[in-house]
């Protein structure tokens, strides 16, 4: 049985739409629109994808609202249609790149403990090594070396 995905797979095609700038903070940063969906709520990930299957047109009116509803920036509407015209041309079905095929995403194989064994024999020579030098050296208490005898049982010579 195939465990649940937790988290869905985050989405490298938006990228460009989410990191892109929608303005500035107060303080002079440049907001980034992940951090402007994240201010009003929203998962990114999630309004990015929701905003990329929507039509051209919807998607610039939704975003538009969404540039305006953002605390600490006043702009005008026009201003803010602007910029989300701009941001929607870099989502990926509105600039002409598909979406990543779902298939692939099915194909790859999760890591399993068969692709670790190089580390686990790198492991075991590492300690056969350590084995191998402390017997050489015989620091080890079933080696040919005897144990030390007591401080005060040496006998002195009458």
């Avoid at 580390?119 to 620091?139: E, G, S």
């Amino acid at each position: 049985m195939a465990l649940p995905r937790l988290y869905p797979p985050l989405r490298p095609d938006l990228h460009n739409f989410l990191f892109a700038a929608v303005g500035e903070e107060r303080n002079g940063i440049p907001l980034s629109m992940i951090s402007a969906l994240a201010q009003l709520g929203l998962d990114p990930w999630e309004e990015a994808g929701r905003l990329s299957s929507l039509a051209k047109q919807e998607a610039v009116e939704r975003l538009t609202a969404l540039i305006l509803r953002l605390p600490g920036l006043r702009r005008p509407s026009s201003e803010a249609r602007q910029i989300a015209v701009g941001l929607i041309d870099v989502l990926p079905t509105h600039n002409g790149a598909a979406k990543p095929p779902e298939k692939d995403l099915r194909r790859r194989k999760p890591p399993t403990a068969a692709s670790g064994k190089g580390f686990w024999v790198i492991c075991l020579a590492l300690a056969a090594a350590v084995f191998l030098v402390m017997l050489t050296y015989r620091d080890v208490p079933f080696g040919d070396r005897q144990a030390p005898s007591a401080i005060g049982a040496t006998e002195s010579p009458k």
